[in-house]
């Protein structure tokens, strides 16, 4: 890491053909847990930046674009959530958006790696914002699959906030999970989830959506711009009963304000809306046939080995 007057450029490969950079003043903590690779950088764009394995995952500037746009748009849905399951999300920034409702009576979070829950409790307030002050939120340190395909309870609103489905991660994104996950939720509940890309890696995108379409009556796909991320992100609501476009624009506005939900800066009853509206491009390729995701047929797209790219840190010495 350059400590001197040379900024670090950060390159992140989306695909095999295309990426992005981001420019970082200085690493600010580094840890090493059983299961990966921490860091908290500060950059000049985003602030504070969390970075996994060599993937950025959330920002100090940045992170209400992904956090806001996963959570309310089922939550804001269902009548009055009272209990919320996330699987993931060490970061805090789900729970957080959760935390806002104030019917809500418990949040559990299911994450394996207790290193990121500490580790983002320290370096990232900007991002969680108190939420593990909280009493109603529970924190399991636990195999989130393993957490679904055993518990009894049931919940509102679910959230998985999963890597990308390869290596480890791709079991939770198979129908045989979506099912379990399905299982526990309350006959009104809503599940989010994101689905990739579908510009990097439209197969990706699509085989999650037709695992979804397995499981789930209503399975709506939307389309999110996350900076940290580069690219447009897709993400979906699923739900038996619940479906998030049975609501006007002034009727989200309505339940934000009686609700008392502040602090938002992108949800709104509009962008509720439009984040829904798919794009041509995007319409064409969930038209085509798709491959569900199962035990039995896989993920069949590999994942980015660094190794066989260039090098994601590159010490930038050209002022």
């Known amino acids: 890491m350059s400590k001197g007057k040379d900024d670090l450029y950060l390159l992140e490969h989306l695909n095999d053909g295309f990426g992005f950079w981001v420019r970082a003043r200085r690493q600010l903590a580094h840890v090493k847990s059983p299961f990966q690779d921490i860091e908290v950088l500060d950059t000049v764009s985003f602030g504070r930046t969390l970075r996994i394995d060599d993937y950025f995952m959330t920002s100090a500037k940045d992170e209400f674009f992904y956090h806001e746009n996963m959570i309310h748009p089922a939550a804001i849905t269902h009548g009055a959530p009272q209990r919320a399951l996330i699987i993931g999300g060490g970061d805090g920034g789900a729970a957080e958006e959760y935390l806002k409702y104030p019917t809500m009576k418990e949040v559990v979070m299911a994450e394996i ?180 995701i199962t035990a039995d047929d896989p993920m069949d797209e590999p994942g980015l080995d660094p190794e066989n790219q260039i090098p994601l840190k590159v010490v930038y010495a050209g002022k």
């Open 113 to 292: 790696d207790e290193v990121v829950v500490d580790f983002c409790k320290e370096h990232l307030p900007e991002v969680h914002r108190g939420a593990f002050d909280d009493e109603r939120l529970t924190v399991l340190i636990t195999d989130g699959k393993a957490y679904v395909e055993q518990c009894q309870d049931q919940f509102d609103l679910m959230m998985l906030d999963l890597t990308d489905p390869f290596g480890p991660a791709e079991a939770l994104y198979r129908v045989e999970y979506l099912r379990e996950c399905r299982r526990i939720l309350g006959p009104k509940g809503v599940m989010s989830m994101h689905l990739g890309s579908p510009i990097a890696r439209p197969n990706v995108f699509h085989r999650i959506v037709s695992s979804l379409r397995q499981v789930f009556r209503h399975v709506r796909p939307y389309m999110v711009y996350v900076p940290l991320y580069g690219t447009a992100w897709g993400m979906a609501v699923a739900s038996d009963e619940t479906d998030p476009l049975s609501l006007s624009s002034e009727q989200v506005d309505q339940r934000i304000a009686e609700r008392g939900i502040s602090h938002l800066q992108f949800y709104n009853g509009d962008t509720h809306r439009a984040v829904f509206a798919l794009p041509n491009y995007v319409r064409e390729i969930l038209a085509r046939p798709a491959r569900p």
